[in-house]
């Protein structure tokens, strides 16, 4: 029996052995199919030029794809597998680069944190674990007249007044964003500016009457109420004044009965002011805050 040499590399996902008798043994990690499953184990003895047949799965097999480069082609030996084959040069021969994103013989399999838009590409083609910049949505066309409303805001001073209760001053951060419909949401959330316990929350939505300036907001407390509000824009300032209003069974007294509010673009600040109404008190001012735009 007639000895054979050996000599053994590490190549990207697996080793390749190349022995004196021409014969390359090859392993790589399968990876993702064309069809995005999971393949087995890659285990050929051959280099395949063109690039290897799928199968059904869209799995590589040890079958080559029949190569039709030109006889007088120099002969190619690449320590790489590629999978789609290799790309040719201006003579049509083949060379040592893999035609296309080779993500089952080259690519790693990657574990990356969520991104909404996808991930970048890095320079060997494969997946890497770099979100892609996130596309803004385009802002509805019925939202434009308010869109100075959009943005995060936080107060500079907020004074809360009311008949039963003692005057008390507070911290707000308010949100308004978009998602590309036809809506603005909301979020308000109020602190003890001392404690920073939370305080008052409320979430919703603000729609405008297409072709008009009528304006409304649906918006939920967390005290266990609702309310619906309608109202007007003009060029820097919202006004609106509840329709209707309901509590869940068990909401602790007084009940809301009534509730203003008006938003104010005051140079580069927003104003909000909002009047209550309970079962037990009339109509009148609550609050005031004054907000600065955080982004």
């Known amino acids: 029996m007639s000895a054979k040499l050996f000599l053994?590399?590490?190549?990207?996902?697996?080793?390749?052995?190349?022995?004196?008798?021409?014969?390359?043994?090859?392993?790589?990690?399968?990876?993702?199919?064309?069809?995005?499953?999971?393949?087995?184990?890659?285990?050929?003895?051959?280099?395949?030029?063109?690039?290897?047949?799928?199968?059904?799965?869209?799995?590589?097999?040890?079958?080559?794809?029949?190569?039709t480069k030109s006889a007088f082609c120099p002969f190619l030996f690449c320590g790489k597998k590629c999978i789609f084959g290799y790309?040719?040069?201006?003579?049509?021969?083949?060379?040592?680069?893999?035609?296309?994103?080779?993500?089952?013989?080259?690519?790693?399999?990657?574990?990356?944190?969520?991104?909404p838009s996808g991930y970048e590409i890095n320079d060997n083609g494969c997946?890497?674990?770099?979100?892609?910049?996130?596309t803004a949505p385009v802002l509805h066309e019925s939202l434009k007249p308010i869109a100075w409303m959009l943005g995060k805001w936080t107060t500079t001073t907020g004074l809360a007044q009311f008949p039963t209760m003692k005057d008390f001053v507070y911290k707000e951060d308010i949100e308004f964003f978009h998602v590309g419909q036809s809506n603005l949401q909301f979020t308000f959330a109020s602190f003890n500016p001392v404690t920073n316990a939370p305080m008052h929350r409320e979430a919703g939505f603000i729609k405008v009457k297409p072709g008009t300036n009528i304006v409304a907001m649906a918006a939920s407390h967390n005290r266990g109420v609702v309310d619906i509000e309608e109202g007007v824009y003009t060029e820097n300032q919202i006004t609106?004044?509840?329709?209707?209003?309901?509590?869940?069974?068990?909401?602790?007294?007084?009940t809301v009965t009534e509730l203003r509010r008006r938003y104010t673009l005051i140079g580069d600040?927003?104003?909000?002011?909002?009047?209550?109404?309970?079962?037990?008190?009339?109509?009148?001012?609550h609050l005031r805050g004054q907000f600065d735009r955080v982004v």
């Open 127 to 134: 997946q890497s674990c770099t979100c892609k910049p996130a």
């Open 87 to 115: 790309q040719s040069d201006a003579d049509g021969c083949y060379v040592c680069d893999c035609a296309g994103t080779d993500v089952v013989g080259v690519c790693p399999t990657v574990t990356c944190a969520a991104c």
């Open 240 to 254: 609106l004044q509840s329709t209707k209003i309901a509590d869940i069974s068990f909401v602790i007294p007084p």
């Open 8 to 67: 053994t590399c590490t190549v990207l996902l697996g080793t390749l052995t190349w022995s004196a008798d021409g014969f390359l043994f090859d392993i790589l990690s399968g990876g993702t199919s064309s069809s995005g499953g999971s393949c087995p184990l890659f285990l050929c003895l051959n280099l395949c030029p063109a690039g290897y047949v799928l199968n059904s799965n869209g799995c590589p097999t040890c079958i080559c794809k029949p190569v």
């Open 269 to 285: 600040r927003m104003e909000k002011v909002v009047d209550l109404g309970t079962s037990r008190t009339p109509t009148q001012f």
